[in-house]
């Protein structure tokens, strides 16, 4: 599911949704030829050509959490961006990232995930290339798969690749058992300057080395088993104030948590200016109905609204009323 996501909303290396859709935070790479490269947060409205905030950076694989307007971005920078997904689509023409829709992918290793991502694929009209080099593994998955492209070969072998016309794919997966594998291809479908590239990754505990290299968007099935029982654990707590949701973002070193503001929620409506929050603690987004707000210090909550909150460290936010000093 989270890899047919992000090749449903091309453009970003990772992308959550909150507040029934309202609101998402995405993350993008700060590469040497980016727009945003040795722009300060509040120059960066002018440059993106419309309003979003950065809630987190990941720089030199420790995340920062800052609402300083001097603060700059730099090249290799990791940054987590929310917004409506308006605004964030406006954000990547601006910043002249392509988002056309995904048509045709390329998946290497035809394995239990490649069976339902190609068939979450195929519903939505999109045509598969599935590479294996099992011959029985091949055989299965096309029974399984007829509408699917099955080739026999090693996705390693690049001249194979080539012959397969990988340069002119929308997308290349790689989702071999094989880390290593996994992300060579990576590196080669990128190279040859595939739109967008996936990697799935089995053992993602080293992101100094994994952020070093160009692989695109890293999909890592422990780290999404993990941040699926931290939000069951947290439901089951059931208190009060307790987050509607939460998700752990920058390398698991940020939570972003939704809020529902009720009875019990202290300061509503003070400006946001007039409150005292915690240390790294940042009110991201402020949901009223329909409409979601990027606050700033004149935003007000009430009674029934919806608030996506960023805090350092998992576990530090319990419930919406932790979040003041």
Known sequence: REIARLLKYPGFLRRDTFAKGRAEIVELRIDAGSKLCNVSLIDMPSVVKTKVLVCAVLRDGQALVSNSGSFVLRQGDRIFVTGSSVNLTVMLKSLGIITRRVRSVMICGAGRVCYYLASSLLKSGISVKIVERNPARCEEIKTLLPDAEVILGEAGDLDMLESENLPNYDAVVTLTGEDELNMIVSLYGRSRNVPQVITKLGHADNRTIIDALDIGSV???????????????????????????????????????????????????????????????????????????????????????????????????RQINDIFA
């Open 219 to 317: 999909v890592c099935p422990k780290e999404l088993c993990c941040n699926d029982i931290i939000r069951y654990v947290r439901a089951m707590q059931n208190q009060t104030g307790a987050a509607l949701s939460v998700h752990a973002i920058a390398d698991g070193q940020v939570e972003a948590l939704e809020f529902l503001v009720d009875a019990n929620t202290e300061n509503c409506g003070i400006p946001l200016k007039q409150l005292k929050t915690k240390p790294n603690v940042l009110i991201a987004s402020i949901g009223h109905g329909s409409k979601t707000e990027i606050p700033n210090g004149d935003s007000v909550f009430q009674q029934g609204d919806s608030m996506v909150v960023i805090a350092s460290g998992r576990g530090s936010i």
